[in-house]
C-alpha cells in the first residue's frame, strides 16, 4: 500500500538551527473518521519501520484485529529523516537540486514531532483516541504528549525511555562505525554504504534481541560444523534484507536522532516535564529487553500521572513489541475498557 504525501511549502525550522524551505510528510490511513471525530488510532512507528502498520505490525492492526480499521480510523506517518517518502537524505535539496545524501541536517525527535503536528492539522483532527509507540515510536509519542498534551485521550508508551541512555548510544554509535568503515559512505548515491549497514543491522539484532532469543532460534544440532552456523547465517539475511528495503544515510541520521532524544533538554527536570501529561498513559515494558530495560519504563510510569505499568513476559528481548501480539492485545484490551 502506497503512502500520501503530504507537502508543506512553509519553512519549518529544526532545533539544531537549520531550515528546510518544505516538506513531504508520508502517511497511511486506514478505516473512516466517524462523525464525531471520536475514533482515531494514531501509530509512531520506530526506527527502520514505514507508515504502514500493518505490514510490520500484522498481529495488532487489520481487519478483526485490536487495532481494526473497521472500527477506528488509524493514521501513521513515516518520519523525518526516513527513506519511506517523508523528506529525508534521499529527497531533493531545493537549494542545489540534488539530493541531500550526506548532508542531509542532523534531525531530532521533536523535528519528527513538528511534522506530525502538522499533518494532524491537515486531517482536521483534535482529538486523538488512542496513540500507540514503542522504541523510537514511543520516544515520538512521549514528545509530542508532552508539547500538545489536550490531543490526546489514551496513549500506550512501550519499551522506550525518557532520554536514551549512554548504552543505547554505545550500540548505535557502533552501528554508525560500521557504515562510515565502508568506503562507498559519502559518496553521492542511494546505495552508498551498503556493506556497512549490513554490519549496521548486524550490530543492531544483537541489541535487540538477547541470548536467550538467539539459543531459542538459532542454535544448531549438528555438532559437527566448523563454520557457517545458523546464527551466521541469520545475521547476513538480517543485513541483506535491510539493505534491500532501507537507506546507509537514513539509518545513520536516524540513529543520531534516538541518541539525542531528551525530554529534559531546554526544559526543567523530567518530574516538571512529565506532570503536564494529562491523558490515560499505559507504559510497557518487555522482560529480556537488554536495550530500553524495564527500569527505564519503570521510571516513566513513576512520573506520569494517571499511568499504569505492566510488565511483558517475553524471551525475544527489545523485539517483543513485534512478537507477543497475544499479550499487548489483552493488556490493550483492558487498558481502553478501565
Not at 135 to 153: A, H, N
Not at 187 to 194: F, M, P, T, V, Y
Not at 196 to 222: E, F, H, M, P, V
Not at 306 to 324: R, W
Request: glycine content about 6%; charged content about 20%; overall charge negative.
Amino acid at each position: 500500500m502506497q503512502p500520501q504525501i503530504l507537502t508543506y511549502n512553509q519553512p519549518i525550522t529544526l532545533e539544531s538551527g537549520t531550515t528546510l524551505s518544505k516538506v513531504d510528510i508520508a502517511y497511511n490511513t486506514f478505516g473512516e473518521l466517524n462523525a464525531d471525530k471520536s475514533n482515531v488510532v494514531w501509530i509512531c512507528h520506530a526506527f527502520s519501520a514505514n507508515s504502514n502498520p500493518t505490514e510490520w505490525w500484522p498481529g495488532m492492526v487489520g481487519d478483526g484485529l485490536f487495532i481494526d480499521p473497521k472500527k477506528y480510523f488509524i493514521v501513521c506517518a513515516n518520519m523525518l529523516g526516513s527513506c519511506y517518502g517523508t523528506t529525508g537524505p534521499l529527497s531533493i535539496n531545493p537549494e542545489t537540486n540534488k539530493k541531500y545524501y550526506k548532508d542531509f541536517p542532523v534531525v531530532t525527535v521533536r523535528d519528527m514531532v513538528q511534522t506530525l503536528t502538522i499533518l494532524r492539522k491537515y486531517l482536521g483532527i483534535e482529538k486523538i483516541h488512542f496513540a500507540a509507540g514503542f522504541s523510537m515510536g514511543g520516544q515520538q509519542l512521549l514528545e509530542w504528549v508532552i508539547q500538545e498534551p489536550t490531543i490526546f485521550e489514551n496513549i500506550l508508551l512501550g519499551a522506550t525511555n525518557i532520554k536514551h541512555s549512554p548504552w543505547g548510544i554505545a550500540f548505535n554509535e557502533s552501528q554508525r562505525l560500521a557504515i562510515q568503515a565502508d568506503q562507498t559512505f559519502g559518496e553521492a548515491r542511494d546505495d552508498a554504504a551498503i556493506d556497512g549497514l549490513k554490519a549496521a543491522r548486524s550490530i543492531g539484532l544483537i541489541s535487540y534481541r538477547n541470548y536467550k532469543a538467539y539459543c531459542k532460534t538459532q542454535a544448531d544440532t549438528d555438532n559437527s560444523k566448523l563454520e557457517n552456523f545458523k546464527a551466521t547465517s541469520y545475521q547476513q539475511y538480517q543485513g541483506e534484507k535491510l539493505v534491500k528495503r532501507f537507506n546507509a544515510y537514513s539509518y545513520f541520521i536516524l540513529s543520531k536522532a534516538m541518541d539525542n532524544h531528551n525530554i529534559e533538554r531546554g526544559r526543567t527536570n523530567a518530574k516538571e516535564v512529565l506532570s503536564t501529561v494529562k491523558c490515560n498513559t499505559l507504559v510497557l515494558g518487555i522482560s529480556s529487553d537488554y536495550l530500553y530495560p524495564l527500569e527505564e519504563q519503570q521510571l516513566l510510569a513513576k512520573l506520569i500521572p494517571h499511568s499504569l505499568f505492566v510488565e511483558i513476559d517475553s524471551d525475544y528481548g527489545h523485539d517483543g513489541f513485534l512478537i507477543e501480539n497475544e499479550q499487548i492485545t489483552k493488556i490493550l484490551s483492558t487498558f481502553l475498557k478501565e
